[in-house]
Structure formats: structure tokens, C-alpha cells
């Protein structure tokens, strides 16, 4: 009996222990995670690098818009507080830290924003060498048999940086947020003439990779429409460009080639509805389930 109890007792310990192992190395993206998100193929930096996804898990994050609402909120601290802090494009965290944070775990950008990041390459792939970068864009960019300008030029960045993580979104993965876009608005993405932005490709990815998420910066779709809104620039860090509400309503009503951002912000209301996501700063009631 005693015997018994001993063995039980031992497969219990055992099974505890996996349990912690593989808690441990999904949140800390070991490389022994070897699944991990297929939508984000790595960069090769030499001819002989397998393909690799990117293995990433975060319990809680922190995704921060480059909005001007970011400006003189003073949140830097909370957000370098989160496990993660995700951020887009090339938003500036240098001389910006009191209100924006100065830790990034997870770069989202743009294939138009790349050349700002090769402008300032020190500065991102060696100050912030530690950052993953996940880069989207068409096609004709992306693709990777020598004719996609942009692949061509990560590629050249992953060698010259060969520690830095850049990862591409894959072909099928644009396709998946072109359908999440179709299932949420009863309309086709390309038919529309819509571009899906950096934010909507930000959201998609921070579901996946995180437990929870706040949200920094970003207002809600009913922001603009309001009487007394506030105006503000449509980047924090370029405080003399196009108002942001200014910038929204141009792309909107744009027949082709827009942004349709007051439309993806309804649509990250309802799956705030959900609890995993919530807007800290500016505050966001979520849409209440029917």
C-alpha cells in the first residue's frame, strides 16, 4: 500500500513539474516552443536558416497606440510596467518616455514605415536589439523570389544585425485578417477599397500572444463624431502634422486606398465585450452583448 501511494505520489510531482516547465517556456518564448504562431515566419539571416515562427507568450501586455492622446499622460511608467509592451511602426520612445514608456518587447510595422526604421537602423536594431519586429505588407513586397523590395531589405537588415528578430506576416496570415475584416463588417476588404492598418494587424497579433491586454492611446469609433472632442495629432511624436480626427475622416470616406480606422475601432469595441481587451487611456465602455 505504502508502495502505492508512493508511485501515485510521484506521478503527481511528475506531472506538476510539466506543467510549470511549459507554462515557463511559452511565456518566456524559448525556442523549445517550437510551434509557435505560424502566421509570423522569421527573417533569415543566412541561406542556411530554417524556417522559424515566432514563440511568444505574455500574460498581461501593453499595446500603445502612436496616437497624440498619448502626449502629456504621463503613463510611461504603467506601461513598462506589463510583461509586454507592444508598439507600432517607428514610434519614438526616446525623449517620449514619461508619457509612452521606454520598453518594447514587439514592434508592429508597416512595409511603408520600414525605411524610417533602415533611417535610424542603429537606433532600433541595436538600442532596442532585443525587440521583436513583425513586419506586414502586400505581396508584390513581400515576396520573396529577389523581386519584393521590402522582404529584400529585412533581409539585408537581418544579416548586418544577425541577433535581431524580424519576422514577416505570411501571404495566408493577410488573407486570415482580410476574413476576420470580411466576417465583422459584411464587407470584402479589397471590393471596399480598404487597406487594413498597422493597428488592425497589432490587435489581431496582441490576441493571440497575450492573456490581457490594455490599451494606450487609442480612441474609440464614436471619438470624432462627438461635438466637444479633442484635437490632437494624429502622431504623438509629430506634433505639428494632421489632426488625428482630420486624418480618420480622410481615409473613411477614401474610395480607394484608406485606412478604415473609426471602423476597426467599432470593431475592437465588440471584442472588447469579450474581457481578454480593455482601453485604459482613453477609457472605452465596451459594446454590451446582444
Known amino acids: 500500500m505504502k508502495s502505492l501511494k508512493l508511485r501515485w505520489l510521484c506521478v503527481i510531482l511528475l506531472t506538476l513539474f510539466v506543467i510549470l516547465w511549459y507554462s515557463h517556456i511559452t511565456r518566456t518564448g524559448d525556442v523549445s516552443f517550437k510551434h509557435g504562431l ?8 543566412s541561406v542556411t536558416s530554417g524556417l522559424q515562427h515566432l514563440a511568444l507568450h505574455c500574460g498581461h501586455c501593453a499595446v500603445v497606440s502612436s ?21 507600432m511602426n517607428a514610434a519614438p520612445t526616446w525623449g517620449f ?6 520598453r518594447t518587447t514587439v514592434r508592429v510595422v508597416s512595409h511603408t514605415s520600414v525605411p524610417h526604421l533602415l533611417r535610424n537602423e542603429d537606433t532600433f536594431f541595436t538600442r532596442e536589439g532585443a525587440t521583436k519586429y513583425v513586419v506586414w505588407g502586400p505581396e508584390r513586397n513581400m515576396r520573396k523570389d529577389g523581386k519584393g523590395k521590402v522582404f529584400n531589405a529585412l533581409v539585408r537588415i537581418a544579416r548586418k544585425f544577425p541577433h535581431t ?16 475584416f470580411q466576417d465583422e463588417t459584411g ?11 498597422t493597428g488592425f494587424f497589432t490587435m489581431i497579433l496582441a490576441m493571440e500572444l497575450c492573456d490581457s ?3 494606450y492611446g487609442m480612441i474609440d469609433g464614436s471619438y470624432c ?13 509629430e506634433a505639428y502634422r494632421l489632426d488625428e480626427c482630420g486624418m480618420y475622416r480622410v481615409h473613411e ?21 469579450q474581457g481578454k481587451l480593455s482601453f485604459t487611456y482613453p477609457t472605452w465602455v465596451p459594446q454590451q452583448q446582444a
Do not use: Q
Open 38 to 45: 505560424h502566421g509570423y515566419e522569421r527573417v533569415p539571416a
Open 67 to 87: 496616437s497624440g492622446h498619448m502626449r502629456g499622460g504621463g503613463r510611461g511608467h504603467e506601461i513598462d510596467g506589463h510583461e509586454c509592451v507592444i508598439r
Open 97 to 102: 518616455e514619461f508619457d509612452v514608456g521606454n
Open 165 to 180: 528578430h524580424i519576422y514577416m506576416v505570411s501571404r495566408k496570415k493577410v488573407l486570415d485578417c482580410d476574413r476576420v
Open 187 to 197: 464587407k470584402d476588404r479589397m471590393k471596399s477599397g480598404a487597406f487594413l492598418s
Open 213 to 215: 491586454i490594455n490599451v
Open 225 to 237: 463624431s462627438t461635438l466637444n472632442h479633442t484635437s490632437v495629432p494624429y502622431h504623438y511624436y
Open 253 to 273: 470616406r477614401a474610395r480607394k486606398g484608406g485606412h478604415r480606422f473609426i471602423t476597426e475601432k467599432n470593431i475592437y469595441r465588440r471584442w472588447a465585450s
